[in-house]
């Protein structure tokens, strides 16, 4: 009957106010999460708080002592998984039952001291046999010099020792097909630049060679098979940047920002296919934040600014065809939110969950009601969704 009452009222804030602050919930252990779950940290990094959107309340968790940062949950939405790292220091990855208890540290890693690697944006594929992270090794040279590199492994859910996808050693942002069976990710090459340093539209010339500090770092797209026999590029630009890979939830496309340099971002796509040809979206140069795509395939929800001639950051719904200069709309436009950045959907697509001035904001996908969650601390972090697979903490058993 409480959760019933709950569920009532957090429709009837959406319904009757957008700004409107949903109350707490009690926080004792006797009061199950029904879920769908949001999870966020504070802007101190010293505690996870789940909200359960199904009956409002929230859960405060401190798995650890020091910084503490959600990235998901398992494929039964039974555990969350984070990094941790001891005041700044290195990160491990662990994950912990909803109620705070029982975490468990998940990389067996030897081949190198304690302070000289470090587990950063792991991601668990939907099927959950897996989880994708980015493994930092190495350490700050003493004349200042960065000894470190980024490698792209994946760990088991339970546990274990890592595997490696990647050997170049930069290599970031692995993102999981919906399927689980192909992980994307982005991998950065150095090269001469052109006419100065800050020149992106001069290819490097054949066997130039370039002053110390001078060289340009620079991304392409790339996606590897789980089992690591499959490995090829998707994208090949001459000169700028790739970021932020997104998979279409029916797991055909692929969206990215590309930047021919710094800060001016366009909207791309392209196929999981090798030899496939990239389409570009948007013409003209903005700044985008991040974006995620619509439940249905449909489009690409963007949160950017300078789109369209409007200074602030906003959602944009950006089409598969023509150009976002033109052709995209302002997604929900009535909702009250400002600054909007992180849209991350519910698994059902019923709710979309953001950052708005560093607050959480959730609202209904289809009408746009809603607003912050008052009751929710800032913080920096995307909020983070449990997974289809969560049918309440009732039927955990791990």
Known sequence: MVVVMRVLMVIACVLMSALCVLPLAAQSAGDELVGPLIAVNTAAQDEIILYDVGSGGQRHLKPGTGWLMPWGFTADGCRLIYTESAAGAMNRLYSVRLDGRDARALIQYNELPDSEWSVWEPQPSADGSRIAFTMIRGKLNPDGTDGRTWHVGWVATEGGTPEFYSRTGDEHEPEWSPDGQWLAYISYTQRVPGADVNATAVPTPEGQTAAPGTLLREADLWVVSADGAVKYPLTDFPTGSVRRPRWSPDGFLLSFIYAPSPNNDTFWMIGNSQGAIPTQLSLQWAQVLDTTWMP???AIVGAARDVQQVTENVLWRVPLVGYADTDATRFLPDAAV?????????????????RSEYGVALLDAASGSGGRLNTIPPGNTAPVWSPAGFTGEASCQT
Request: no cysteine; hydrophobic share 35%; aromatic share 20%.
């Open 296 to 298: 249905d395939s449909s």
């Open 338 to 354: 400002s600054y909007a950045d992180y849209p991350r959907f519910s698994a059902d697509g019923r709710w979309l969950a953001l």
